[in-house]
């Protein structure tokens, strides 16, 4: 009786939240290279010196974006440590891609492939909703996710076969090439992508929820008796005001700070104007945006150059640190290129449990009722 309970409420609320698990399955394979596919879209602006002609400095580079937004005081610049690559640079919430060289604008806003994937985003998050109904969706994306985290649970529980032997266990291991009915075909890859997906799919769900529900990230940061960080509020300086030591040589006192103090090469580094008076703030990134271990926020004073602040990832407390694992173990970025794949892969898996479900579900419900009609 209780196998008969755990299969009924399987079915039921598979059907139940089947579409909208598959959505943020099918999302979430093609999230599965987001950063790297961007990363390489600036790329392709790239380009070379002529005549010896020597790469625009920090101070040049703002003073574009100065020129564009003469009453924003926040900005970003990130420069990657790759020759000629083109500069991504933010004047509030506005964003460019300016030539290394020339300072000529080859990027307004997002391009395409950013617009894509911030569509997919949106899908993934909140079905893709905006304005009231955005957070409907939010809901219902939460909600599905943590039913699918029940799915997840009940299959593999239901995937054990009722007696022991190695024969049952083998047939839900691997494809079978010859089956004795459509619903046999189906049954096995059903089973076959569940176990094979099973714990992938257990830690990019049950990591899923830190991003929706207040219980959940409570309880993790509880675990370290400390309560969940909340982001402070960043107060708008009235005036961008600049300091002695010009932005160029500060950038450089970054890098040899890097050099200095990081176990590996940076490859991207972010310049934050307007968030603290009187400092410009340094991310000193090895990756492009997946490592935050060995990424740390560096502090320069902009009269004098000298430190004010480094913060690195032992400085955060032992709640934020287990939030942010937990963050890029949804994505498998904790692990890199390999922990995205198979986070990839996961996903890609879910979306033909999803198919197969309800291959499943329409043949058992459905097609002994359309017989009956015959």
């Not at 394979?29 to 392709?44: G, M």
């Not at 029940?150 to 266990?169: E, K, T």
């Not at 990081?262 to 104007?273: A, G, I, N, T, V």
Request: net charge positive.
């Amino acid at each position: 009786m209780f196998r008969k309970f755990i299969f009924w409420s399987h079915l039921v609320v598979g059907i139940s939240v089947g579409v909208v698990v598959f959505i943020m399955s099918a999302t979430g394979v093609l999230l599965t290279y987001e950063k790297q596919i961007k990363d390489w879209d600036e790329a392709r602006y790239t380009s070379v010196s002529v005549d010896n002609q020597e790469r625009l400095t920090t101070d040049k580079i703002l003073d574009i974006a100065r020129k564009k937004h003469p009453d924003e005081t926040h900005f970003f610049i990130r420069w990657v440590n790759e020759q000629g690559r083109a500069i991504p640079v933010w004047a509030g919430s506005q964003s460019y891609l300016i030539s290394a060289y020339s300072g000529e604008i080859v990027q307004k806003g997002q391009s395409f492939l950013g617009e894509a994937f911030h569509t997919i985003n949106d899908l993934h998050r909140w079905l893709g909703l905006h304005g009231k109904a955005k957070n409907i969706g939010k809901e219902v994306t939460a909600y599905s996710n943590l039913l699918f985290l029940f799915l997840i649970i009940s299959g593999a529980y239901l995937w054990l076969p009722r007696r022991f032997n190695w024969s049952a266990i083998r047939s839900n291991l691997i494809f079978k090439k010859q089956f004795k009915s459509t619903h046999a075909k189906y049954f096995n890859w059903h089973n076959v992508f569940g176990f094979w997906a099973l714990l992938p799919l257990i830690v990019v769900v049950s990591t899923a929820t830190i991003f929706h529900f207040d219980w959940v990230n409570e309880a993790l940061y509880g675990v370290y008796d400390e309560e969940p960080a909340k982001r402070p509020k960043r107060e708008e300086l009235p005036v961008l005001i600049d300091g002695k030591v010009s932005y160029e040589a500060l950038f450089d006192i970054a890098k040899q700070h890097s050099a200095d103090n990081s176990p590996s090469q940076w490859y991207s580094m972010w310049l934050e104007f307007g968030r603290v008076e009187g400092q410009l703030r340094f991310y000193i990134d090895p990756s492009i945006g997946n490592n935050p271990e060995n990424a740390y926020a560096l502090f320069l004073d902009i009269n004098n150059a000298e430190v004010a602040r480094v913060q690195k990832y032992t400085d955060w407390s032992p709640g934020g640190r287990a939030w942010t694992v937990s963050r890029y173990l949804h994505t498998g970025e904790h692990y890199g290129v390999v922990g995205q794949s198979i986070a990839g892969l996961a996903s890609l898996a879910a979306c033909f449990l999803v198919y197969t479900g309800f291959l499943l579900s329409w043949r058992r419900l459905v097609m002994p009722y359309l017989r009956k009609r015959k």
